[in-house]
């Protein structure tokens, strides 16, 4: 009898554990759709909300900028001249380029650009949204102003740090293996659009942009669904901080299985 109710005790807790979680994900997703509203609006874009948004744009991105693609340069380089090594000791060397552009452009610096803009923009941006956030109704005034502003710092920086960062590789790659010459060119653009298949481009511009809204709204959303009476210490952040890796370990997992399956 014992055992009995020891059971139905943990079966009702983790049916209000499943609960408390499916309903913090619709809460976050209704608040996602609720920024994305004010963001179609045409009343949002007034002076002080540009001068805002303007403003959050440089703070969250100027300062990582320089510093994401001193960091992603150095690890390109790295990592090409490994990849181009080990190719010519096996006898691969047409595949190296290749082999170079799926790994860094399609795999690794997406992923770094999303956390590197996590770190340095929209985690604290999310705590300056739950020091603000004193009340627990979602005012309509504040989310304008005050959250919506962070968030789209956080997607422009995401994919600022993205763009530039591939770019950056690209040439990085063609310079290792061709050189300070023009006549790899045509071999060189061949290869890259052979990898960017429009398949594969498409699937590449969604994860990308999957990951910057994630990387944005998550820490922000975990901060404004914990009543501030119930927060303690970091929760709330440690919370959003699950979220945001769960997310973005779905986005490389799909990303993967639409590139290579």
């Not at 109710?5 to 609720?34: C, E, F, K, P, Y």
């Not at 096996?90 to 770094?112: D, H, K, S, W």
């Not at 985690?123 to 739950?130: D, F, K, L």
């Not at 061709?178 to 699937?203: D, M």
Request: hydrophobic share 55%; aromatic share 8%; with cysteine.
């Amino acid at each position: 009898m014992t055992s009995a109710t020891s059971l139905q005790a943990a079966l009702a807790d983790g049916l209000r554990a499943l609960g408390r979680w499916l309903n913090n994900w619709w809460r976050i997703v209704m608040l996602g759709a609720q920024l994305l509203s004010l963001v179609l609006s045409p009343s949002t874009y007034n002076r002080e909300y540009r001068q805002a948004l303007l403003r959050h744009v440089y703070l969250g991105t100027a300062p990582s900028l320089v510093w994401f693609t001193v960091l992603s340069t150095l690890l390109s380089l790295v990592v090409i001249r490994i990849v181009i090594v080990t190719s010519v000791s096996y006898g691969l060397t047409q595949y190296a380029l290749e082999m170079v552009v799926r790994v860094l452009v399609l795999e690794l610096i997406p992923l770094t650009a999303a956390l590197f803009a996590a770190l340095r923009c929209t985690i604290p941006q999310a705590a300056e949204v739950g020091a603000l956030h004193a009340r627990d109704e979602h005012d309509t005034g504040f989310m304008r102003m005050q959250v919506l502003p962070r968030v789209s710092a956080g997607v422009v920086c995401a994919l600022l740090l993205a763009l530039i960062s591939c770019g950056v590789t690209l040439v990085l790659a063609y310079l290792s293996v061709y050189g300070l010459t023009t006549a790899g060119l045509p071999a060189y653009t061949r290869t890259v659009g052979h990898v960017f298949s429009p398949g594969i481009a498409l699937v590449f511009g969604l994860k990308i942009a999957a990951m910057a809204a994630a990387v944005a709204l998550l820490p922000v959303a975990s901060i404004l669904i914990e009543p501030a009476r119930s927060r303690r210490g970091t929760s709330a952040e440690l919370k959003g901080l699950v979220r945001m890796f769960f997310v973005i370990l779905m986005i490389e997992g799909a990303s993967l299985v639409g590139n290579y399956y």
